[in-house]
């Protein structure tokens, strides 16, 4: 089957074409990101209004491509997958509502998917990620242990109790004077830095539970920033690295504590922008290799936000008849808020039959 796929819920304009095989796999046709970065730029942060005038203005343009480069037409095309949310709520209305009229003028089935569901299913585009598995969800918006246990079949084991690891990485970038995007910009700065110069906090080392804790590290970084007089590019080198070892180390520590919760399973996927750190993945394969376990990375590509992971969510529902009624996709609202799996909800959250509801 082949799905095209819609993703604008942050800052990313993003759409693709993937056709999922009879046997399951995945072959991604297309995949256009048009990377806001510059837009929002002179603001040291992603502006709600910028990114929806911003998807307004390249979203034809870029499932023109998407669908043009895949080489097929709309009549080949079984259905829409598009991010219902959890995001800024002008920019997922925007993919929505293009989804929606897409969906009317090629009746097309259309497929609103959870953003967190589409990295959560992403590893299984590219790598053998066979359910049960344990997934470290680490984005801009969210730090999330996951255990996945089938298509909308999620239990949180673990998440923040603050900052998320995306939104660490962007504020450490803003304070060593680093800009936009921070994540990568902290990564490669880190490189000719030394990680052992700065002692960072530790997060919740006596803590039981899974949980994370990032604003710490975050106070702490701004701290020894501040107790230098005037920080030379070695000193922002150091930093820079010394945080990044701190945040891997956290976020390894923890996910120790979820691998033992999961006696069925021997796979870590990691997904989310984060998870396209290099030293980050480093301290992930170590943690995985003490304990006999497999560590499955998407590609970086397929670990940012992009269109494909949700065709792909797209894909694996229509295969597993986990879709809604058209009725229902159709009157599907843009969520600001939508946890794929909470403690409370028993992690089932858009299991069963029929599709999310809004
Ligand atoms: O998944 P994503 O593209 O968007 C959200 O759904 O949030 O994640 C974006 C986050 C940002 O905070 C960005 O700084 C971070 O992922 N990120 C990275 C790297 N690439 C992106 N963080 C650390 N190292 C990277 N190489
Ligand atoms: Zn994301």
Redesign the pocket.
Known sequence: MLVLGIET??D?TAASVVRRRADGSCQILSNEVWAQHDDHAAYGGVVPEIAARSHVERLDGTIEKAVAKAGVSFAEIDAVAVTAGPGLVGGVMVGLTTAKAIALAHDLTLIPVN?LEG?ALSARMTEAATFPYLLLLI????TQLIKVSGVGEYERLGTTIDDAA??C??KTAKLLGLGA????R??SAACGGRADRFELPRPLLKHDGCDFSFSGMKTAVREAAQSLEKPTGQDVADLAASFQYAAARHLAQRTEKAMTLMPDSRQLVVA???A??CA?KKMLQQLCAAFSWELLAPP?KY???NGAMIAWAGAERLAEGLVAEREEAMAMAPRARWPLAAPTDGGKLGSGRKGPKA
């Open positions: 819920s942050c990313d953003h990295h984005s801009g918006g969210h995306g939104e990485f962007d995007p921070g994540g990568p902290v990564e989310g922008g984060v396209a750190n980050v970086p670990c940012t936000d």
